[in-house]
């Protein structure tokens, strides 16, 4: 069975502050993780993802996201919070050993709010 | 490129009537998701596609909830009858292959009261 877990319902910065979102996970597999953003009343917009290759991985509007492997963690970091950036973020993983025809298992989000 | 499209956006219908839901995905792309997200929840599958056939159903709640992509392209999502717990945001989404990354449209929010 595959599982997310988000610990933290909310997270407040500053503007201007480091920022960290954190996800852990459970597969079976070699994970595909994957992070999406949802302001209000609009659908998931793709951040970034980590199938393979370099731990590291850059993706839209300044986040990037470390691939934990020893500690099944997948957390979310800008360097730089604006308070554009407040939304309800997601961490989904796709485990490809299951036969669950590559559905995301997404987990309950954590709402960020960046004050000024 | 055009997104996910969806409509309506929003619906209000009453428990124990029926209601369906359009989605019309990305240009090309052959895999076509719905998913449920019930406030203060992760969105949930509830059926996948690929082209017009269904790939994993399996959380859908069957006696209540039909989905349908006949030509592989549009799909709907219909519930009848509703319930007060089917009261959430139905999210399409939409990928270019079965593993590749999946965009979501803005989703239809229903109230069931």
């Known amino acids: 069975a595959q599982s997310v877990a988000q610990p933290e319902d909310q997270v407040n910065v500053a503007e201007g502050n480091p920022l960290t979102v954190k996800c852990t996970y459970s597969?079976?597999?070699?994970?595909?993780l994957f992070w999406y953003v949802q302001y209000p009343n609009r659908g998931l917009q793709f951040l970034l993802k980590?199938?393979?290759?370099?731990?590291l991985v850059k993706g839209s509007y300044g986040f990037e996201a470390e691939f934990n492997k020893s500690q099944t963690s997948f957390h979310l970091k800008k360097p730089s919070a604006l308070v554009s950036d407040s939304a309800l973020y997601f961490c989904a993983v796709r485990d490809p050993a299951s036969n669950s025809g590559y559905a995301l298992n997404f987990g309950k989000g954590t709402s960020l709010l960046v004050t000024p | 490129e055009a997104g996910v499209a969806q409509s309506p956006r929003y619906k209000i219908i009453e428990k124990r009537q029926s209601v369906a839901f359009w989605c019309n995905p990305i240009?090309?792309?052959?895999?076509l998701y719905w998913y449920q997200q019930i406030l203060g929840q992760g969105p949930k599958l509830l059926i996948q596609f690929q082209n017009n056939g269904v790939v994993d159903d399996s959380q859908l709640p069957k006696d209540r909830f039909s989905a349908e992509r006949l030509k592989g392209v549009d799909s709907t999502l219909k519930i009848q009858p509703a319930k007060l717990e089917d009261s959430a945001v139905y999210l399409c989404a939409s990928s270019s292959g079965i593993a590749e990354t999946q965009y979501f449209g803005p989703g239809t929010r229903l109230l069931v009261l």
């Open positions: 597969v079976s597999g070699n994970p595909y």
């Open positions: 980590y199938i393979t290759g370099d731990n």
């Open positions: 240009s090309g792309h052959a895999t």
